[in-house]
């Protein structure tokens, strides 16, 4: 079974820019999901899909973020990894990785179980 870990920061300091990873265990990026999402969840709110990097390598963002971030990946260490440009104290939030197949029930989707980010001086 697929298994995806988030790790970086857990601080970051305004104007700066967050860089997550999602170290991917039990399957390939590149063959046994079509799409390895980034996706957010700040307090209170539902979740914020952030954007995505398909099996191929090629890249779709949330046009409200897509100045901001970039999705990059490393096949041969099987990972992700997501960039926030010019974070701000909104951007404080629990950031999630996730693998899916668009043509499956989400519910046969893989996550990671979150990491907190703080935006702060």
């Known amino acids: 079974q697929v298994q995806l870990q988030e790790s970086g920061p857990g601080l970051v300091k305004p104007s700066q820019t967050l860089s997550l990873t999602c170290t991917v265990s039990?399957?390939?990026?590149?063959?046994?999901?079509?799409?390895w999402s980034w996706i957010r969840q700040p307090p209170g709110k539902g979740l914020e899909w952030m954007g995505v990097?398909?099996?191929?390598?090629?890249?779709y963002y949330n046009p409200s973020l897509k100045s901001l971030t970039s999705i990059s990946r490393d096949t041969s260490k099987n990972q992700f990894s997501l960039q926030l440009r010019s974070v701000t104290p909104e951007d404080t939030v629990v950031y999630y990785c996730?693998?899916?197949?668009?043509?499956?029930?989400?519910?046969?989707?893989?996550w990671g179980q979150g990491t907190q980010v703080t935006v702060s001086s």
């Open positions: 990097i398909a099996y191929d390598g090629s890249t």
């Open positions: 996730n693998a899916q197949n668009p043509w499956v029930d989400s519910r046969f989707s893989s």
């Open positions: 039990g399957g390939s990026i590149t063959t046994d999901y079509y799409a």
